[in-house]
């Protein structure tokens, strides 16, 4: 399956892309994704740890099951205001 | 331009929007339905022009906008839930380039009583910086950082 993966802020620069298209084996969860996008993202593996992860706009816990077409954002500390 | 029929004429309002104009405390107040409904509370963020002693040059505000939308009205939703007496939310941000003074965000909210107004509005502006996707990158003289209270 393949999920749609977006960067953002302080994240996208570290990767150097605002999205790509992810291939990932059927029944994958959040912190399996997380782990594949660590190993193919040199500068990710330490930042992820303070990163939240939301699922077609709300926010889930790392256990979460993906279905193909997701769009997962990578979402790290927040600072509006 | 086309013209369907029966489409309405009427003004739509976004209660919650991330957006890169220049923001009007006034503006934002004008959303609300009924500003005569007994007070109106607001909460105006304006850019800092230091943090830690270092002089900030300017702002880059960036955003995961439909997520932010969402998470701003989320907390409209919050607010009423948890104070009956507040009659409308509205909370507009900013993103992009903004320089030191100019308005970053507005928070308004309308009661019918004043009592709940602050409390709510404390609430609104803590919960913004908890969970709307956001981000505020300071640009000095000698670098720049992605900022964050968490």
């Not at chain 2, 502006?125 to 908890?130: A, F, V």
């Amino acid at each position: 399956m393949k999920v749609r993966v977006r960067y953002f802020a302080s994240l996208r620069e570290t990767v150097g892309l605002e999205q790509e298209e992810f291939e990932l084996a059927a029944g994958s969860s959040v912190e399996h994704l997380l782990a594949a996008l660590a190993g193919a993202h040199r500068g990710l593996d330490t930042r992820l740890a303070a990163v939240r992860a939301a699922v077609n706009r709300c926010y889930v816990s790392m256990g979460t099951l993906l279905k193909d077409g997701d769009e997962v954002a990578l979402v790290p500390p927040v600072g509006g205001g | 331009m086309p013209c369907p029929a029966g489409e309405s004429w009427e003004r739509v309002v976004k209660l919650f929007e991330v957006t890169t104009s220049p923001l009007s405390a006034d503006e934002v107040v004008s959303r609300l339905a009924n500003p005569g409904v007994g007070g109106v509370a607001t909460f105006i963020g304006v850019v800092r022009d230091s943090t830690d002693g270092r002089q900030v040059l300017h702002l880059e505000y960036e955003a995961y906008p439909e997520m932010a939308e969402q998470t701003l009205a989320q907390i409209g939703a919050e607010i009423q839930a948890r104070w009956t007496t507040v009659r409308e939310v509205a909370i507009v941000h900013r993103v992009g380039r903004q320089e030191i003074g100019e308005t970053s965000v507005v928070i308004a909210l309308s009661a019918a009583h004043r009592a709940e107004l602050f409390d709510a509005l404390h609430y609104a502006i803590d919960r913004l910086k908890e969970i709307v996707p956001i981000w505020k990158k300071e640009v000095w003289t000698d670098g720049s950082e992605w900022r964050s209270e968490q």
